[in-house]
């Protein structure tokens, strides 16, 4: 519980919020691009690295409540330079347009927040006949990062600033399939379990953010790839748990973090000093903590690599 957090060797702790581990962190001239940034702990994030001077371009399905947090934003913070753009994970036609249409503008890319996402869904396909919540969580950031990577590059190379992609995952990585990940059957509605399913997605986020740790490295080029837990947080992630989203929403506020503090771990790893040079970790409450073994396991992460590649060719 976020109650009773204690400081780790950052100096925050469960109970810090985004703008206490951004303190004093001058983020102007940098670019960030934050996926579901138009509702809970994207929107926070999203605001807090505006204010810190971020450029932030919002990838969001609702355009409309994206424009709509925009103004929020830019009312509380007039300074702040915040773009919506259009991008539905769950959809590749969408990644690739809006990978094109950022290219195609001219920004840098410093900072790429994998954050979007959707949670415990009932079996369903996606526009690419993909289970719903491994194409959203995992093969369209897959398919984001790959296609904008070239941006980062030249935007480390010319900045000389280290680039920083974010994956956005969950301590639900533990709580996958017993193999971890169900290559041969991530479209069985027969063995779909929601939930295992979920987790199998957020497993997929920390693996991807490894394997992609491992090539940055041998590439020479200064960007790191890292992944995270954000903490369980009373968001709209919960919305299709039946009833156990009414017992979130009583019981979730002193039990769980509020988007303030659920934005922070994000926060952290994107701006702070003391993440630099750290590449393929895994953080949790802003400090480094230890995904599980299958979230450890440098074949499973490339087979996961291979196997994504795959699919998205």
């Given at each position: ?8 060797p950052?100096?925050?702790?469960s109970?810090?919020?985004a703008?206490?581990?951004t303190q ?6 940098l670019?960030?691009?934050v996926?579901?940034?138009?509702s809970?702990i994207?929107t926070?994030?999203?605001r ?9 371009i919002?990838g ?7 424009r ?5 934003i830019?009312?509380e913070?007039?300074t ?6 259009e991008?539905d994970?769950?959809?590749?036609a969408?990644?690739?347009?809006f990978?094109?249409d950022?290219?195609?503008?001219g920004h ?7 954050n979007?996402?959707i949670?415990a869904?009932?079996f369903m396909l ?9 194409a959203?969580n995992h093969?369209?950031?897959f ?11 030249k ?11 974010i994956?956005v995952s969950?301590?639900a990585?533990?709580y996958?399939?017993k193999?971890g990940?169900h290559?041969?059957k991530i479209?069985?509605?027969s ?10 997605s957020?497993?997929a986020?920390v ?8 090539r940055?490295?041998v ?22 748990m ?6 979130v929403?009583?019981?979730?506020k002193?039990?769980?973090?509020n ?5 922070a ?5 994107a701006l702070?000093?003391q993440?630099?040079?750290?590449s ?5 409450d ?5 995904a599980?073994?299958?979230?450890r396991n440098?074949e499973?992460a490339?087979?996961?690599?291979d196997f994504s ?5």
């Open positions: 519980m976020w109650l009773f957090g204690r400081k780790g950052s100096g925050f702790s109970s810090s919020t703008e206490e581990v004093g962190i001058d983020g102007t001239g670019t960030a691009i996926t579901g940034a138009s809970g994207g926070e994030t999203a807090v690295l505006a204010l810190r001077g971020v450029h932030v919002m969001v399905r609702n355009v409309a409540a994206g709509d947090v925009k103004e929020a830019v009312k913070i007039p702040a330079k915040v773009d919506t753009m991008l994970l769950s959809s590749m969408s990644v690739r347009k990978a094109a950022f290219s195609s503008s840098p890319l410093n900072l790429l927040i994998n979007a996402g949670m869904t009932p996606s526009k690419d006949n993909i289970e719903l919540q491994f959203t093969i369209g950031h398919l984001l990062t790959n296609l904008l990577l070239d941006t980062m590059k935007a480390a190379r010319t900045s000389k600033r280290e680039g920083r992609i994956n969950s301590e990585h533990r996958t399939y193999e990940i290559f041969d479209n069985d509605q063995g779909y379990s929601n939930f295992a399913a979920y987790g199998q957020k497993l986020n693996l991807h953010a490894n394997e992609l740790a491992k940055l490295k590439d020479g080029v200064d960007i790191t790839a890292n992944s995270l837990h954000p903490g369980a947080i009373v968001t709209n992630l919960f919305r299709h039946g009833p156990i989203s009414g017992l929403n009583i019981f979730g002193i039990a769980l973090k988007v303030q503090q659920g934005a771990t994000t926060c952290y790893v702070h000093p993440v630099k040079g750290r393929g970790e895994y953080f949790k802003s400090n480094i903590g230890q599980s073994a299958h979230g440098a499973l490339k087979k996961l690599w590649m795959k699919m998205v060719k």
